[in-house]
């Protein structure tokens, strides 16, 4: 990710957007997507399991599965708003020490980033301008399960983008968003030796969770 784009992320996702997140989580739970995502991972199991949640947010997924009896987990940020604020919360929930907390970009950290049995990237997909070594990469990590939610490429969403695009130019944000065609990410993840498990498609979002064969 170029310097330009990792300061949008800074930008746009701020600590005022990371405690209204925070605040929604605590009190609704995780969003539909970040839930059906869940679901899935958990109808395999998270006991005993480590978790790479790579763009985690305000650590959701780590919440969730933590508490369905995860080992530990490795959150992975380019956001230090989110990285903190997961931490708060972990802290909160008594488990901060058994996750590793990383603040950058993924696709350069990767060498340093270890395996997990599950990967994780809810909503990271979009966010960034090279799906191919995004995808790659964190696949590659993905010892059993990887779970992605990424926008549908429908035609209407990709009419509508170049109109968010233009509202972070005018308002001088370098962030952008990025339809990455959907054959083109499953290319991506197959070729590291999975296959698919599970998909579900919403109105603009889908939920896909791949597996390593043995």
């Not at 270890?114 to 090279?130: F, G, S």
């Not at 109109?163 to 990410?185: C, D, G, K, Q, Y």
Request: hydrophobic share 45%; aromatic share 10%; charged share 20%.
């Amino acid at each position: 990710m170029n310097c330009c784009h990792c300061q949008g992320i800074e930008s746009f996702f701020d600590q005022k957007t990371a405690l209204k997140e925070l605040a929604d989580y605590r009190q609704k739970g995780p969003s539909k997507t970040t839930r059906i995502l869940l679901e899935a991972l958990k109808a395999v199991g998270a006991e005993g399991k480590t978790l790479l949640d790579i763009g985690g947010g305000v650590g959701a997924i780590q919440h969730q599965l933590m508490a369905a009896g995860l080992a530990g987990a490795v959150n992975v940020d380019a956001s230090t708003a989110y990285l903190n604020t997961a931490r708060t919360e972990a802290t909160r929930l008594g488990y901060a020490n058994r996750v590793s907390y990383h603040y950058g970009d993924f696709v350069d950290l990767a060498p340093t980033i270890e395996p997990a049995d599950i990967v994780t990237l809810d909503r990271v997909v979009c966010c960034y301008p090279n799906m191919e070594a995004l995808v790659s990469l964190s696949a590659a990590r993905a010892s059993q399960l990887y779970g992605l939610v990424y926008p549908r490429d429908a035609w209407w969403l990709k009419s509508l983008r170049p109109l968010a695009n233009a509202f972070f130019w005018l308002s001088r944000n370098p962030f952008r968003i990025f339809l990455h065609p959907t054959e083109a990410v499953d290319a991506a993840a197959r070729r590291q030796g999975l296959k698919l498990r599970f998909q579900r498609r919403l109105l603009v979002w889908q939920v896909v969770v791949y597996e390593r064969g043995a």
